[in-house]
T-cell receptor
Framework: QKEVEQNSGPLSVPEGAIASLNCTYS??????FFWYRQYSGKSPELIMS????GDKEDGRFTAQLNKASQYVSLLIRDSQPSDSATYLC???????????FGTGTQLKVEL | DTEVTQTPKHLVMGMTNKKSLKCEQH?????MYWYKQKAKKPPELMFV???????INESVPSRFSPECPNSSLLNLHLHALQPEDSALYLC??????????????FGSGTQLSVL
């Protein structure tokens, strides 16, 4: 079982719709969860972090964490073509420095 | 300012060459990282420096040699690389806060091609 799993996609949504990206992780000791956006040929850009169960909202983005189910998700409201990118889920176990990435989900927002 | 600067942006080298990748941050971060990313794959951790000391080496081959001259600079020295080492090399930094609320900020990367 991979440590951090994501559906590779592509996930296609129409412009203006809600995009839902999911991530599961295997280590119950995981404490910090991050979503990065990566455009083709560019470096990952941090868009959300979440540490406690529940929802965290930042503009059009909402991160959701359920530690009991070992599940973290990212919702993008009012999706725009500029949101088309690969979204990487990253998980940190405990207080260490190691961040483990999922394989990423490719999102395509269509006009 | 969340800027991590990497140079060069692109590098082509032969298998017998010696080259270095450079990374700089002025955010006062005390942890710096090297990641390697192949096309359509997630970033893979190579090295971590904490307070200028090597704290994690993910069993990286010795042809990759990291160096942290001071808290703002991180280098990756390359020697006798193989074509399969061609990838995007990413530098990142983080505050090194207590607890687990660390956020990594990435540089723009160096696209390396080994011929």
């Amino acid at each position: 079982q991979k440590e951090v799993e994501q559906n590779s996609g592509p996930l296609s949504v129409p412009e203006g719709a809600i995009a839902s990206l999911n991530c599961t992780y295997s280590d119950r000791g995981s404490q910090s969860f991050f979503w990065y956006r990566q455009y083709s040929g560019k470096s990952p850009e941090l868009i959300m972090s979440i540490y406690s169960n529940g929802d965290k909202e930042d503009g059009r983005f909402t991160a959701q964490l359920n530690k009991a189910s070992q599940y973290v998700s990212l919702l993008i409201r009012d999706s725009q073509p500029s949101d088309s990118a690969t979204y990487l889920c990253a998980v940190k176990v405990g207080g260490g420095n190691k961040l483990t990435f999922g394989t990423g989900t490719q999102l395509k927002v269509e006009l | 300012d969340t800027e991590v600067t990497q140079t060069p942006k692109h590098l082509v080298m032969g298998m017998t060459n010696k080259k270095s990748l450079k990374c700089e941050q002025h955010m006062g971060h005390r942890a710096m990282y090297w990641y390697k990313q192949k096309a359509k794959k997630p970033p893979e951790l190579m090295f971590v420096y904490s307070y200028e000391k090597l704290s994690i080496n993910e069993s990286v081959p010795s042809r990759f040699s990291p160096e942290c001259p001071n808290s703002s600079l991180l280098n990756l020295h390359l020697h006798a690389l193989q074509p399969e080492d061609s990838a995007l090399y990413l530098c990142a930094s983080s505050q090194l806060e207590t607890g687990s609320n660390e956020k990594l900020f990435f540089g723009s990367g160096t696209q390396l091609s080994v011929l």
